[in-house]
């Protein structure tokens, strides 16, 4: 069998991220070992998905209504009466915490004339619908119906005057809902990234320290696909190749585990698209970039690897910053871009110090979605834990420079953004209805549609629809 022939078992040169994990200088977290990956096919994926108003209406019904979802911080919800609004392809929760501490979601709809009940995040003592005064306690009780008397049949029916619930769950300071009172609980869903997480990946006990979220010319998978893969760094970002291992990335896919996936870039490595880099040159690169220090300020000494020079540089810079000792962390925890996803648009960054969470949702066309990107900070000791950083909404035609803290990330960002909307123009061209992804490094990809596919035609099953009406957009098997 030649390598075309062997799906899923062709790789790039250079070394792999196990291979650099096995030169590490410290005891690598045991999750960053933990990998597979399970390949998904080599059948193109039609277009369609991504700008038919027909197939967002078949997500809106049946993915975004039955998958668990991030929803708020639960620093967002300190007191009892404290709310969000999380809006999403149509469908509106209302995440609160009540009296007695617990948090629930309601459906953000009037069981009256339907009318949204609430609009902006806040703090209320009960929710009260602005068109005729109807009333629910923070439980979801009917609290109040003014003329009861003309609406015994809803009034005196507990199962029909309770504002319908969504599933809740809480990982890592996060709040998740499922709005399918039926989905398998988020443990179970979330399995592989609550286990991963179980070490302290930078997740735990931090605040909320940044927050914005964009509006953004293309579909929400052709936003979040551009954030799945490092083989885009070679033509989108060929400032950072000296230092970062792009091609070599690492995707994870488990068998077992269907709704968690990882893309591991190893950086201070260079990319094998540049050939033999001498080491001096990767960590001068990668300094200047990171520090902005000038050539030669840190020497690799003789026969010495950039990776682990660099990474005690980073170990100290950052434990400094952050006041935190992180002498005992790994290289790769110090200096790697480890990106986890959860099924369906969920991605929280595995690291030391900052890490990033990004989440997705399509907007009000298929052209269009909503991308968040938070950063996580630790309470400095001994101070109070802030309040979370409001959110800051770049509108589609800003740019990511103009949300404020969002640093040198921003350009990197931009470099991202400015592929968006003209990879969403070819979705509709006539030339070729379909995408071609890569057997490994765009596999992950593949099994997300995969995914969606699966949703949309269990949701089709249950409403006694044909497959035959989606056949079309589906990925074909292979
Ligand atoms: S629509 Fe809400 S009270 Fe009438
Ligand atoms: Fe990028």
């Known amino acids: 069998m030649t390598a075309v022939d062997a799906l899923g078992s062709a790789r790039s040169s250079g070394p792999s991220v196990q291979d650099l994990l096995a030169t590490d200088t410290r005891p690598v977290p045991v999750p960053l070992l933990d990998h597979a990956a399970a390949p998904q096919g080599r059948a193109d994926v039609p277009k369609a998905r991504y700008a038919s108003p027909e197939f967002a209406a078949l997500e809106a019904a049946y993915l975004w209504t039955r998958t668990w979802q991030m929803a708020c911080h639960v620093d967002h919800l300190r007191a009892p009466g404290d709310h969000v609004v999380y809006d999403v392809a149509g469908q509106s929760l209302i995440v609160t915490r009540t009296r007695d501490g617990t948090i629930r979601a309601h459906h953000n ?3 009256h004339r339907g009318t949204k009940l609430r609009t902006e995040d806040g703090r209320v003592a009960s929710f009260r619908c602005p068109f005729h005064g109807w009333r629910w306690d923070l439980d979801g009780q009917l609290a109040e119906i003014p003329s009861g008397w003309d609406f015994p049949q809803i009034r005196d029916d507990p199962t029909r005057s309770c504002l319908p619930a969504a599933q809740v769950a809480e990982w890592c300071g996060f709040v998740f809902v499922n709005p399918d009172p039926g989905a398998p609980p988020f443990e179970r869903y979330a399995a592989k990234l609550i286990e991963h997480f179980e070490h302290d990946f930078g997740l ?8 914005a979220v964009k509006e953004v010319p293309a579909n929400w998978k052709v936003c979040m696909e551009a954030f799945g893969e490092g083989y885009h760094s ?3 970002h060929p400032q950072i190749l000296e230092f970062a291992a792009d091609e070599n990335s690492q995707y994870s896919i488990w068998p077992d585990s269907p709704f968690v996936t990882r893309f591991h870039n190893a950086f201070g490595s260079h990319s094998p698209h540049l050939g033999d880099v001498d080491e001096q ?14 050539k030669g300020a840190v020497p690799v000494p003789e026969g010495a690897a950039a990776r682990h020079v660099v990474a005690e540089v980073f170990r100290g810079a950052m434990g400094e910053r952050y006041g935190c000792d992180l002498s005992s962390r790994s290289d790769a925890e110090v200096l ?19 890490p990033l969470v990004y989440r997705w949702r399509p907007g009000a066309t298929p052209d269009t ?62 030339g070729k209805a379909t995408v071609t992804f890569g057997d490994y490094q765009e596999a992950r990809m593949r099994m997300h549609h995969r995914l969606i596919d699966r949703f949309v035609l269990e949701g089709l099953a249950d409403d006694g629809r044909d497959r035959s009406e989606v056949e079309r957009f589906l990925v074909p098997d292979g």
Request: charged residues 20%.
């Open 234 to 236: 070679l033509a989108t």
């Open 336 to 354: 790697d871009a480890i990106l986890y996803h959860l099924f369906p648009a969920f991605a929280p960054w595995a690291g030391v110090g900052q």
């Open 369 to 430: 979605c909503l991308m968040d990107v938070i950063r996580m900070a630790p309470v400095p000791d001994g101070a109070e834990r802030p309040d979370p950083a409001p959110v800051q909404r770049i509108a589609l035609d800003q740019s990511w420079r103009e949300a404020e803290g969002m640093g040198s990330l921003a350009d990197v960002f931009e470099q991202d953004m400015a592929n968006l909307p003209r990879v969403q123009a070819g979705m509709s061209s006539t």
């Open 204 to 211: 735990q006990d931090r605040v909320i320290a940044f927050h």
């Open 281 to 294: 040159q990767v960590a001068d690169a990668y300094l200047a970039f990171a520090a902005k220090l000038p």
């Open 109 to 111: 709809a009037c069981l």
